[in-house]
C-alpha cells in the first residue's frame, strides 16, 4: 500500500522569506500524481499544485514550487515571498492511475510579520 | 458554481444516535469519497463510489455506511455512533478519468459524540 509521510509537524517562516514543505512518498508504481493542498483555517481544502510523475520538470504556480525528485520518492514543496495568508495547514497526496488517494499527516505552516 | 456541498456544517450528537451528513455535487462527478481528518493521521478514506450504486470501502470503513442512488448525492450515514467517530469529515469529488485533476473537496462537517 502506498503511503505519503510529512516529517515536519510545524514550520514557520518570515513574511517575504522562503520556505521549504517536506513529503516523501512509497510506492511501486511508475506512474502517478503528486499533489499538494492548502487547509487554511477556513478548512476548506485548496489545491496548490499538482505533479505528474511521466514529467520531470517541476510544476510551476505562481509563488509556489516543487522538487520531484522520483528516484528518491521526494516530493518538496517550496513558497516564495510568503505572505500571512499562506498560513495554513499543508497537505501532500499521492494518487495513482485508479481512484486510490493517500493524503500525508500534514505541516502546520505560520507566517510571522 | 462548480461546488460539493456538505450539510450540516457542524454537529453535536449523543452515542447510538443514527445520524446522516449529506454531500452534493453538481459537476456530473463520477467518482465520489468520503474522509475523516484527525490530527497527526492526515485524510484516511472511509468509503468511495464509482459511479451510480458502486460503492467500496476505504482504509477506515467500520462504523459507516454509504449509499450512492443518484449521481449527484453521496450520504454518509453513521448508524449508531460513537465517541471515537468524533472528527471532521470531508465529501469529495473527481472525474472518473486518470486522475490527474485531483479532488474537489466539500467544506467539511465537524462531528462530536458525546
Known amino acids: 500500500a502506498q503511503t505519503v509521510t510529512q516529517s515536519q509537524p510545524e514550520m514557520s517562516v518570515q513574511e517575504a522569506e522562503t520556505v521549504t514543505l517536506s513529503c516523501t512518498y512509497d510506492?511501486?508504481?511508475?506512474?502517478?500524481?503528486l499533489f499538494w493542498y492548502k487547509q487554511p483555517p477556513s478548512r476548506q481544502m485548496i489545491l496548490v499544485i499538482r505533479q505528474e510523475a511521466y514529467k520531470q520538470q517541476n510544476a510551476t504556480e505562481n509563488r509556489f514550487s516543487v522538487n520531484f525528485q522520483k528516484a528518491a520518492k521526494s516530493f518538496s514543496l517550496k513558497i516564495s515571498d510568503s505572505q500571512l495568508g499562506d498560513a495554513a495547514m499543508y497537505f501532500c497526496?499521492?494518487?495513482?492511475?485508479?481512484?486510490?488517494?493517500?493524503f500525508g499527516p500534514g505541516t502546520r505552516l505560520s507566517v510571522l510579520p | 458554481e462548480a461546488q460539493v456541498t456538505q450539510n450540516p456544517r457542524y454537529l453535536i450528537t449523543v452515542t447510538g444516535k443514527k445520524l446522516t451528513v449529506t454531500c452534493s455535487q453538481n459537476m456530473n462527478h463520477e467518482y465520489m469519497s468520503w474522509y475523516r481528518q484527525d490530527p497527526g493521521l492526515g485524510l484516511r478514506q472511509i468509503y468511495y463510489?464509482?459511479?451510480?450504486?458502486?460503492?467500496d470501502k476505504g482504509d477506515v470503513p467500520e462504523g459507516y455506511k454509504v449509499s450512492r442512488k443518484e449521481k449527484r448525492n453521496f450520504p454518509l450515514i453513521l448508524e449508531s455512533p460513537s465517541p471515537n467517530q468524533t472528527s471532521l469529515y470531508f465529501c469529495a469529488s473527481s472525474l472518473r478519468d486518470r486522475g490527474s485533476y485531483g479532488y474537489t473537496f466539500g467544506s467539511g462537517t465537524r462531528l462530536t459524540v458525546v
Open positions: 463510489s464509482m459511479n451510480v450504486e458502486v460503492t
Open positions: 510506492t511501486s508504481e511508475s506512474d502517478y500524481y
Open positions: 497526496a499521492y494518487k495513482n492511475y485508479g481512484q486510490n488517494f493517500v
